[in-house]
């Protein structure tokens, strides 16, 4: 389920309709095979991500995006004879104002950084990491895959992805 706060400008919802989250997620999703499992994504504003930020980070500063997971989704199953219920993954929040920005400062689609950050944010509630050069190497390539993936079901070229600099571990 994709959420834009009430607070995203009118262009910038624009481009989270665009962006087609709710399909790329979905589809990142199966190909990491977790069919079915659910996530929340909110689109939202700097201030936002800034009290997020802090709030759980300790870091009085915005971000592009942050992930939180819930816990051992290996455990996220029913017990038998319950009805299934699709398991959570996490959560999402993104900056489309951020998303904006930085679109505009490496000249790439601003659709594009959205989808590439939904894309980051997926695989950090999955378990990928940046914290050092060979997880920041492995998510920069699970990143390209799978937006390349995505390119290919719409007959797109796929986007430019940078290689990720190794930061501390931590949610997104």
């Known amino acids: 389920?994709?959420?834009?706060?009430?607070?995203?400008?009118?262009?910038?919802?624009?481009?989270?309709?665009?962006?087609?989250?709710?399909?790329?997620l979905g589809a990142s999703l199966a190909s990491l095979r977790r069919p079915g499992w659910q996530i929340t994504?909110?689109?939202?504003?700097?201030?936002?991500?800034r009290d997020l930020s802090r709030r759980f980070l300790g870091e009085d500063h915005?971000?592009?995006v942050l992930a939180?997971?819930?816990?051992?989704?290996?455990?996220?199953?029913?017990?038998?004879?319950q009805r299934a219920v699709a398991p959570m993954l996490g959560d999402l929040a993104i900056s489309v104002e951020r998303a904006a920005a930085q679109a505009e400062a490496a000249r790439v689609s601003p659709?594009?950084?959205?989808?590439?950050?939904?894309?980051?944010?997926?695989?950090?509630?999955?378990?990928?990491?940046?914290?050092?050069?060979?997880?920041?190497a492995a998510m920069t390539r699970a990143t390209r895959a799978l937006l390349r993936a995505d390119a290919c079901?719409?007959?797109?070229?796929?986007?430019?992805?940078?290689?990720?600099?190794?930061?501390?571990?931590?949610?997104?």
């Open 68 to 81: 939180f997971a819930l816990g051992d989704p290996g455990r996220a199953r029913p017990a038998g004879g």
């Open 111 to 136: 659709v594009d950084e959205l989808r590439m950050l939904a894309v980051h944010g997926l695989l950090h509630l999955c378990g990928h990491d940046h914290d050092t050069p060979p997880r920041a």
């Open 1 to 24: 389920m994709v959420w834009t706060a009430p607070t995203v400008s009118g262009s910038e919802r624009a481009l989270v309709r665009q962006a087609g989250l709710p399909a790329l």
């Open 62 to 64: 915005p971000t592009d």
């Open 41 to 49: 994504c909110r689109c939202t504003d700097d201030q936002e991500l």
């Open 153 to 172: 079901r719409h007959g797109a070229q796929a986007p430019a992805v940078p290689e990720l600099v190794p930061s501390p571990a931590g949610p997104a």
